[in-house]
Each structure stands twice: as C-alpha cells, then as structure tokens.
C-alpha cells in the first residue's frame, strides 16, 4: 500500500542532543513537507522541498535541519539549538503535477524533550 | 500576514443532525481551501478542496462552500454519526506557490448518541 512512513512514533530527548526524525513515501511524490503542531496552534511549516537535492525554510526552521538526496526520503534533524523542541512532527507529500493541491501526511512522531 | 480562524470551542451535537464548521480568513485571497480531518494522535486525512471559483463542492455527507466576499468557508456534515467525531481543520493556500499551506487550529466535533 502507497503512503508516508515516519518513524519514530515516540521519541524522548534529553537537552543538548540532536534527534533525527523518518519520513518515507512511496507515492512517488516530488514534494514533501515537514510541520510542527502544537496544543492550540494550527500546523506551522518547518522546511520543505519540491525536488530532489533542493529544500526551503518554512515559516520555523531555526534550530532544525533536513535533507533530501533521494525522492522517497526527507528526514529532519530536530538540533540542540531549537528552545522548545517538545511537539508532535507530521510529515507530508503532494504531487506537483498535476496539482490536486492535497497532502497526504504520516502519522507523526511525538518528541518529548526530557 | 494570513490569518485563519475557526471555532477554538468543540462543538457538540446529536446523532443525525447536521455539523456546521466555520473557516474565517483575513489578509489573503487564496486560490484555493482545504479542510482536513484529524484523529487524536494521527496525521491530518485530506476531505475536500474547494477552487476560488467555486462556490460550493459535495462528496458524499459533506459540503463545503466559499465565500471569497465574506472570506469564509462552511463545511458541513449531514446525517451525523459518532464516528465523525474528531478535529477538522482548514487550510488555504499561500502565495508563492510550492503547495504551501496555512492551517487553522482546527474544530472539535463530538457526535453524540
């Protein structure tokens, strides 16, 4: 079946450690998204990336990093440097063409930092 | 900056009545909107998009319509049932292309028997 893995589901850090977070897809989508929810707050944008080897900061992308080398894959690295790290992280993919204009999401890894 | 706005409060109703959620948006005519269901400690699932041009779409018990005057979007759910239960959020669209969305917080629906 086609859709998006992320993993870890759960994840507990301790400050001052990075932490990389999974987000695979096998819809054979070109672009793929990361966000944050928090309690209360709509879905921020943290980084995305339309293309292979080519990514973009969101509205929130300080104290996080990402890549993507191939088209399947776009993990992110939650760093040291992000103040309030504790949050739930959903990946997602579209296709840009044709542009139905939906996401489809994965079903989100929850980081506490300890 | 956009702005989206939906009811922070849950919204209760019976079985069998009709849910009608709110979408206010400030700032922006986006081309398109979006609203999403979301499970407690899930992914956002896609339900409906609705162009700038359109005023109204339908798939199956749902309904959402656009109002680009009123800035506002409507999504209602008829002949309610306990299992649509859950948040439903809103999105549009951003300038600048890149399927960029900005979401709202989300209404709580609770169906009840």
């Known amino acids: 079946d086609g859709g998006i893995t992320q993993s870890p589901k759960y994840l507990f850090r301790k400050e001052g450690q990075n932490v990389t977070l999974s987000c695979e897809q096998n819809l054979n989508h070109d672009a793929m998204y990361w966000y944050r929810q928090d309690p209360g707050q709509g879905l921020r944008l943290i980084y995305y990336s339309q293309i292979v080897n080519d990514f973009q900061k969101g509205d929130i992308a300080e104290g996080y990093s990402v890549s993507r080398e191939k088209k399947e894959s776009f993990p992110l690295t939650v760093t040291s440097a992000q103040k309030n790290p504790t949050a739930f992280y959903l990946c997602?993919?579209?296709?840009?063409?044709?542009?139905?204009?939906?996401?489809?999401f994965g079903e989100g890894s929850r980081l506490t930092v300890l | 900056s956009q702005k989206i706005e939906q009811n922070s409060e849950a919204l209760n109703i019976q079985e069998g009545k009709t849910a009608t959620l709110t979408c206010n948006y400030t700032?922006?005519?986006?081309?398109?909107l979006q609203w999403y269901r979301q499970d407690p400690g899930r992914g956002p699932v896609f339900l409906l998009l609705i162009r700038e041009n359109e005023k109204e779409k339908r798939k199956e018990r749902l309904k959402v319509t656009f109002d680009t005057t009123l800035k506002q979007s409507l999504f209602h759910i008829t002949a309610s049932q306990p299992a649509d239960s859950a948040t439903y959020l809103c999105?549009?669209?951003?300038?600048?292309?890149?399927?960029?969305?900005?979401f709202g917080t989300g209404t709580q629906l609770k169906v009840e028997l």
């Open positions: 999105a549009l669209d951003r300038a600048g292309g890149g399927n960029k969305l900005t």
């Open positions: 997602a993919s579209t296709l840009t063409f044709p542009n139905t204009g939906e996401l489809f």
């Open positions: 700032n922006y005519s986006p081309a398109y």
